[in-house]
């Protein structure tokens, strides 16, 4: 919609789905919220009860966009209070994630990540245009409250102020970390049906979310109970039940009722998912996992790295690279993206042999998911604090006797895993891909059956 005109009349810039995609590279930014640099960030909606939510009350704590010097880099927080009869908290982290979409809707302001991890831009010639805070916050409202009409009120707070963002952080992880602890305990076994979320096929086209108590969605933020509450709401929405069907195997997590959907959602790209899996036909991986796998094929392992380490792994590449591996709604064997609940989770890759399988991980997640790694596990999973190279790696699981070392003396044969269907076999190639999506801005060009030949291939590291 165009400045100027209907619901965003009052706002300088232009609104509307066409600047979803749209980056604001770093030339080009007035300023940077957020991101890998900055540790405190944070994003959070809550439902509050009628009678405490401001309806179109917007705040801006710190400096306005307008008053920040061009070129900062600053910490962020927003949070969204709403309110309505039909509400339920159990919606909260739903909506929150539309956060997210509504945000790229605005022209030259960029949105990535959610929950504490968010990484904002925005552009110079939006903010020369008039473009602030206060309008980013109208906007949210408005679109919160048009798509969600259960939602009476809306309230926005930004804070661009660094002491009150992290003065604020601690309250607002102890909320995500309730939200999350909800449904530890509960098991895929329990319920009769999943939730699937199509929010972020505007960035991987064939990408579609299986949430189940046991396997978070891939952003973390969307949890089963979540997207009951959503899909109760919203049938129709981006968020919807699917039913299990028959299990074809428990070991990987495979049930034909959602190959079946997965295959339609996916408009035929993705045909099968095994949801406790890396290899084979693993769940898709969109953009906004929080972290992501990595194959290491010298050692038969699997390394993990998150958004926010900023530093390489023993392959000698970072988050980055790694993620442009994973990333697109594809299904590539040994890269795969993952949430931090899922890390928690009794099933998390039980299938390729859970935290058995992992060799590496940042010591910041280590450290993070201490309460969950195996107690025999956790001295003999390195960390960057214990090696730099893959050889280094190598040495240092066989000193510590990491169970992979086992796998890399007894490789499984074919035909052990032919006799084993619902074992994973090993892998170290990429599976084929019987489809590649190439999306380019509000068209997606799927080529099926495919065969390419390369005489070179240039590599080109990204200029920000
Ligand atoms: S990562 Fe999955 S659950 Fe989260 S917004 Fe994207 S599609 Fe939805």
């Known amino acids: 919609m165009s400045a100027g005109e209907g619901m965003f009349s009052d706002i300088p810039v232009e609104v509307g789905v066409v600047f979803e995609g749209e980056r604001v590279r770093k030339q080009q930014m007035h300023v940077e919220f957020g991101g890998a640099h900055v540790p405190d960030k944070y994003e959070i909606l809550e439902v509050k009860p009628p009678g405490e939510v401001e309806d179109g009350k917007i705040t801006v704590i710190g400096p306005d966009l307008g008053e920040i010097p061009e070129g900062s880099s600053l910490p962020f ?102 939200r999350d602890s909800r449904t530890r305990g509960m098991t895929d076994n329990d319920v009769g049906v999943f939730f699937g979320c199509t929010l972020c096929q505007s960035f991987a086209p064939s990408h579609v979310c299986v949430i189940t108590p046991q396997r978070y ?80 094929p010298e050692c038969d392992g699997l390394g993990i790295v998150h958004r926010e380490f900023r530093g390489t792994t023993p392959t000698g590449l970072s988050f980055g690279a790694i993620a442009d591996s994973t990333a697109g709604g594809r299904q590539v064997d040994g890269f795969h993206g993952i949430s931090f609940e899922y890390m928690r989770s009794p099933r998390f890759l039980a299938a390729s042999g859970g935290w058995k399988r992992i060799v590496w991980l940042p010591s910041e997640l280590k450290e993070r998911m201490k309460e969950f790694i195996p107690p025999e596990l956790y001295d003999a999973i390195a960390t960057e604090k214990d090696v730099s190279t893959v050889d280094g790696l190598v040495e240092f699981l066989r000193q510590h006797r990491h169970p992979v070392i086992d796998r890399m003396r007894a490789p499984e044969s074919p035909a052990a895993a032919a006799e084993n269907p619902g074992k994973e076999a090993v892998r170290l190639q990429a599976s084929p891909q019987n489809a590649v999506t190439i999306p380019g801005g509000s068209v997606s060009i799927t080529l099926k059956n495919v065969k390419i030949h390369a005489e070179r291939m240039i590599i080109r590291k990204k200029q920000e």
């Open 217 to 296: 969605a891939n952003c973390g933020a969307i949890s089963w109970m979540d997207g009951r509450a959503a899909s109760r709401v919203d049938p129709k929405g981006p968020i919807f039940e699917i039913e299990k069907g028959e299990c074809v195997d428990a070991a990987t997590g495979e049930y034909t009722g959602v190959n079946a959907v997965v295959k339609e959602r996916s408009l035929g790209n993705v045909e099968r998912v095994q949801l406790y899996t890396a290899f084979g036909y693993p769940h898709t991986s969109c953009g906004c996992f929080e972290g992501t796998t990595f194959f290491v």
């Open 77 to 178: 927080g927003t949070e969204i209070a709403v309110s309505g009869k039909g509400v339920e908290p159990d919606m909260a982290g739903v909506m929150e994630r539309r956060i997210h979409d509504f945000s790229n809707w605005i022209e030259g302001y960029m949105h990535l990540n959610q929950r504490d991890a968010i990484w904002l831009r925005v552009d110079k010639r939006s903010v020369k245009k008039g473009l602030t805070l206060r309008h980013v916050g109208t906007v949210l409202a408005r679109l919160l409250k048009s798509a969600i009409p259960l939602i009476e009120a809306v309230e926005v707070t930004f804070i661009t102020d660094p002491a009150e963002v992290g003065r604020r952080l601690g309250r607002v992880r102890a909320v995500f970390e309730e």
